[in-house]
């Protein structure tokens, strides 16, 4: 069974006397204090109802500790599996038993299992011991906005059908290895999906591009029907049967809007708008984000609140593009709802509006700062479910750092 604390710590826990190493003792004493969070860490890894057999896999401390370090100094999961082997400062904070060398894959299916709304609660944590030390009152407050790239090529009507194609080529070939699956008869269409794919990119000709696009929505479609024929061949119920059939309609439901999409707007010429647009075969969550005078990005937008501290209060991941103005009272009301009272802002002269204008400019630093140093700019992690859970891992990080640098004397 996976337990919820590492009971015994190592004498050979000592952190290097850099700022980085000062930053995590800081940062490791504050959750000795808050043991109760490591609780619902373990919820989300599924350690309630286990058995008691079998390996023990990481703490849920532990877990939490090297989720903390990935966001800390942005790390791929390959590289945390290097430090927490190399550094003894991270194996330090990351309290790992003297023999424990994790893998990038138990790192990985472990991090990943923590929930954003654990993240969030990890991280009101530490805006109420802020407000105890009197760091953040949260009686001023900043309002801002940003978006974060889904894990994602910029899309195009060709890509997509050339993913969509790919995709389905793979899932026909697993088809074959599956019972009944031996008397399917398909055309693999990959080859000329590239071809059509790269010869529409470089056309300027409207007709040439519409009959390069004719040709590969025909190939799309053949492809469709061929699933759907294998669909109907595949009756045994097994495991593998099963995981096939809902990993196909998962993508064939997503590969019919792309081609309707396509068809709409390349071959009638209609518009399509942003928000019925699909943009992503891996990521269909993502939303499209028209930056004015900065071109267009495809994840989603988060609207950010910020204290005089520095300490992000609150972070949303919003659907769709909402307008600044129309977010402004709903970030105030989970404002409200969490200090229960709302900040003494107020517009009162010239000199006032000027004060609170140049104070609500300084969020910019924040979220620069979470963008370069905390991977805000792009989320690495796949899926809506996992997009959030990244945003407030960052955040976490961030707020814990802060707060670790603040405290010190």
Known sequence: MRQKRTIQASLFDLFSDHQIGRELSGMSDWLDIHTDLFVLVAADLGGEGRKDTGRQGLSAESVLRCGLLKQYRQLSYEELAFHLEDSASFRAFARLPFSSRPQKSALQSTISS???????????????????????????IRIDSTATDALMHEPTDSSLLVDAVRVMIRLLRRAVALPGGTALQWRNYQRLARKRGLAIKYSRAEEKKAALYRDLIAATEACVAAMRRAALCIQHTSPETTLWRLEAEHYLALIERVIHQTRRRVIDRAPVPAGEKLVSLFEPHADIIVKSRRGVQYGHKLNLTSG???LILDVV??????????????MLDRHIAFYGKPPRQAVRSKWVYRRLRNFRAGIEAGISCLKRAYGLSRCTWRGLDHFKSYVWSSVVAYNLSLFARLCSP
């Open 308 to 310: 005089r501290s520095g």
């Open 114 to 140: 923590v929930r954003a709304e654990t993240w969030e609660r990890i991280n009101q944590c530490i805006l109420m011991s802020a407000r105890h030390h009197k760091i953040e009152s949260g009686a001023t």
């Open 317 to 330: 991941v919003e659907a769709g593009n909402p307008a600044d103005a129309a977010r402004f009272k709903p």
